[in-house]
């Protein structure tokens, strides 16, 4: 089954402890992105990668890193969380991510920061 | 940059009744389009895209949309709700300039009521 897969679903953690959610796609795409979401704000983008060690910053990326060392995996980083970082995450992957290409998304991952 | 605005945040109908999500986007290039939905605890699911090819665009479940240039209105119909719709959607607009992203609005939450 074509799919995006985030992990975890739902954390709760404290400020400045670093933890990394882990994104994984199993459509070969080449395209793969973060998303936060928060109410009345819609959907921003982190960190975006066009490849394979090919990573750019999106709108909201102060706080976040990302790697993309295989084509599959697109974890997103947050080195010392604080609290304006909860929110609800999201993952989402493209063939070429130009044009139509329909983004593919994962579940969501639910981050609370205290 | 491309930008669409989704007018009404909450917008209830009852059962059976039409569904009218409005979007209005904001682009100087002919605009790639998208509507997503997105149930509780779930990620976002691609009802509908505009391409160019034909300006009514039929989705998934019955949903459809119509792309009118004059209006620069991209606005999402159902003709009768029905109780599995309720949901958040979200227009989105393709952003050549920046991170090869989808540009999404804010939402607007479905409430269908019997």
């Known amino acids: 089954e074509a799919q995006v897969t985030q992990n975890p679903r739902y954390l709760i953690t404290v400020t400045g402890k670093k933890l990394t959610v882990t994104c994984s796609q199993n459509m070969n795409h080449e395209y793969m992105s973060w998303y936060r979401q928060d109410p009345g704000l819609g959907l921003r983008q982190i960190y975006y990668s066009m490849n394979v060690e090919v990573t750019d910053k999106g709108d909201v990326p102060e706080g976040y890193k990302v790697s993309r060392k295989e084509k599959r995996n697109f974890p997103l980083i947050l080195e010392s969380p604080s609290p304006n970082q909860t929110s609800l995450y999201f993952c989402?992957?493209?063939?070429?991510?130009?044009?139509?290409?329909?983004?593919?998304f994962g579940e969501g991952s639910r981050l609370t920061v205290l | 940059a491309q930008s669409v605005t989704q007018l009404g945040s909450h917008v209830s109908v009852s059962e059976g009744a039409l569904v009218l999500l409005r979007c209005n986007y904001s682009?100087?290039?002919?605009?790639?389009l998208f509507w997503y939905v997105q149930y509780p605890n779930q990620g976002l699911q691609l009802l509908l895209k505009?391409?160019?090819?034909?300006?009514l665009v039929k989705g998934i479940n019955g949903f459809e949309a119509e792309f009118k240039k004059s209006e620069t209105s991209f606005h999402l119909t159902k003709p009768s709700a029905h109780m599995s719709d309720a949901a958040e959607y979200f227009c989105?607009?393709?952003?050549?300039?920046?991170?090869?992203?989808?540009?999404f609005g804010k939402g607007t939450s479905l409430l269908v009521t019997p």
């Open positions: 682009s100087s290039v002919p605009p790639y």
């Open positions: 989402a992957s493209s063939f070429s991510g130009r044009g139509s290409g329909e983004l593919f």
């Open positions: 989105a607009v393709y952003n050549s300039n920046s991170g090869y992203a989808l540009n």
């Open positions: 505009y391409t160019s090819a034909a300006t």
